[in-house]
T-cell receptor, first 112, second 113 residues
Framework: AQKVTQAQTEISVVEKEDVTLDCVYETRDTTYYLFWYKQPPSGELVFLIR??????QNEISGRYSWNFQKSTSSFNFTITASQVVDSAVYFC?????????FGTGTQLKVEL | DGGITQSPKYLFRKEGQNVTLSCEQN?????MYWYRQDPGQGLRLIYYSQIVNDFQKGDIAEGYSVSREKKESFPLTVTSAQKNPTAFYLC????????????FGPGTRLLVL
């Protein structure tokens, strides 16, 4: 069975701190895709990144970076120098076989 | 710039009433989806459609119905058979099913009176 686990339900940090959101996945497929989405208070999910199972290179986009490790089935997301605007629910998701599975999300609160 | 619109933003349902949530996209995407979001449960798939006049049940289809008569439109009806309809409903689309990232609409919050 396919599964995405985001064990951190809620994280609170002070602005400018770095924060890492964990994502652990399970799939029997050798070809799969991993995603991160951001859901701000407005409610609309916004796509952040897609990574396929054959590409383990880490990626950096501004203050965001992603660490994909097949050996530990993890796809963690780090925000450097967090800002109040980063406050949102972040979802990790997996496409494997014929199914898209979302994790339960991590609520990130960035305070002044 | 294309996108997905959902209406209404808030919807109130009386006991025994059917209500319909609207979802329209102008992205020329073939695949469309309906998700239900409850606190602490992430997103659960209700129905999806890969092409006009075709749709498939997701994980929690009971008490819901959909239609896909036009490529741009994928309305969701919450029937009286759905006993716990209070939730946030999100519509999404993608170029093809499982092709890549989903584009989401702003959501409809359904409340029961």
């Amino acid at each position: 069975a396919q599964k995405v686990t985001q064990a951190q339900t809620e994280i609170s940090v002070v602005e400018k701190e770095d924060v890492t959101l964990d994502c652990v996945y399970e799939t029997r497929d050798t070809t799969y895709y991993l995603f991160w989405y951001k859901q701000p208070p407005s409610g609309e999910l916004v796509f952040l990144i897609r990574r396929n199972s054959f590409d383990e290179q880490n990626e950096i986009s501004g203050r965001y970076s992603w660490n994909f490790q097949k050996s530990t089935s993890s796809f963690n997301f780090t925000i450097t120098a967090s800002q109040v605007v980063d406050s949102a629910v972040y979802f990790c998701a997996l496409i494997g076989g014929n199914k898209l599975t979302f994790g339960t999300g991590t609520q990130l609160k960035v305070e002044l | 710039d294309g996108g997905i619109t959902q209406s209404p933003k808030y919807l109130f349902r009386k006991e025994g009433q059917n209500v319909t949530l609207s979802c329209e996209q102008n992205l020329n995407h073939d695949a469309m989806y309906w998700y239900r979001q409850d606190p602490g449960q992430g997103l659960r798939l209700i129905y999806y459609s890969q092409i006009v006049n075709d749709f498939q049940k997701g994980d929690i289809a009971e008490g819901y119905s959909v239609s896909r008569e036009k490529k741009e439109s994928f309305p969701l009806t919450v029937t009286s058979a759905q006993k716990n309809p209070t939730a946030f409903y999100l519509c999404a689309s993608s170029k093809t099913r499982l092709a890549g990232e989903l584009r989401f609409g702003p959501g409809t919050r359904l409340l029961v009176l």
